[in-house]
Antibody, heavy 123, light 110 residues
Framework: QVQLQESGPGLVKPSETLSLTCTVS??????????WSWIRQPPGKGLEWIGY???????NYNPSLKSRVTISVDTSKNQFSLKLSSVTAADTAVYYC???????????????WGKGTTVTVSS | QSVLTQPPSVSGAPGQRVTISCTGS?????????VHWYQQLPGTAPKLLIY???NRPSGVPDRFSGSKSGTSASLAITGLQAEDEADYYC??????????FGGGTKLTVL
């Protein structure tokens, strides 16, 4: 059974870059059947899709975050990662990684989620 | 403000039926894009509940059902149980080139 685990610093200073990694176990990021997503949830608020990546390196980002987001994949480590630059307090959130079933650019959903990791942006 | 609008809260007594609406526009649900639903139990990650408007993943009880019509979608829960108390989110695609979620609905079992 596939499991996903987020890891990274829990505290990031304003204007710096947030970096998180998602380690996949029980499955392979190189599986051509899945994409791999990042989603976040600010405290007490709803979910926001950040973007996804395919094992080939092909990505798709939320246009509202696109200028600051980079998602990458490391097939040798069975991991994928998120970098979000120039962070502010508004980027404080629980960040989730998730396995994604994508059938087209508009039809995709997340079927397995990590437990999430809290990132606070503060000096 | 979310692109997809959900009621902030709904409630029902055990055994009752409740519905949660997800209202969009002609740039998302109304454009024909499918809707998916997630359940988030307190303090946990979201869990896929319904995909493709009305399909249940393996293991999801048939008490949960989804539908879509026009610019809206609905999640129905029958035979309400205490363990159904959670936040529920709808998800679709918007013509602004992104996946979008509803603001979430908190279900309280009375």
């Amino acid at each position: 059974q596939v499991q996903l685990q987020e890891s990274g610093p829990g505290l990031v200073k304003p204007s710096e870059t947030l970096s998180l990694t998602c380690t996949v176990s029980g499955g392979s990021v190189s599986s051509g059947s899945y994409y791999w997503s990042w989603i976040r949830q600010p405290p007490g608020k709803g979910l926001e899709w950040i973007g996804y990546i395919y094992y080939s390196g092909s990505t798709n980002y939320n246009p509202s975050l696109k200028s600051r987001v980079t998602i990458s994949v490391d097939t040798s480590k069975n991991q994928f990662s998120l970098k979000l630059s120039s962070v502010t307090a508004a980027d404080t959130a629980v960040y989730y990684c998730a396995r994604t079933l994508r059938f087209s650019y508009y039809y995709y959903y997340m079927d397995v989620w990590g437990k999430g990791t809290t990132v606070t942006v503060s000096s | 403000q979310s692109v997809l609008t959900q009621p902030p809260s709904v409630s029902g007594a055990p055994g009752q039926r409740v519905t949660i609406s997800c209202t969009g526009s002609s740039s998302n649900i109304g454009a024909g894009y499918d809707v998916h639903w997630y359940q988030q139990l307190p303090g946990t990650a979201p869990k896929l509940l319904i995909y493709g408007n009305s399909n249940r993943p393996s293991g999801v009880p048939d008490r949960f059902s989804g539908s879509k019509s026009g610019t809206s979608a609905s999640l129905a829960i029958t035979g309400l149980q205490a363990e159904d108390e959670a936040d529920y989110y709808c998800q679709s695609y918007d013509s602004s080139l992104r996946g979008v979620f509803g603001g979430g609905t908190k279900l309280t079992v009375l």
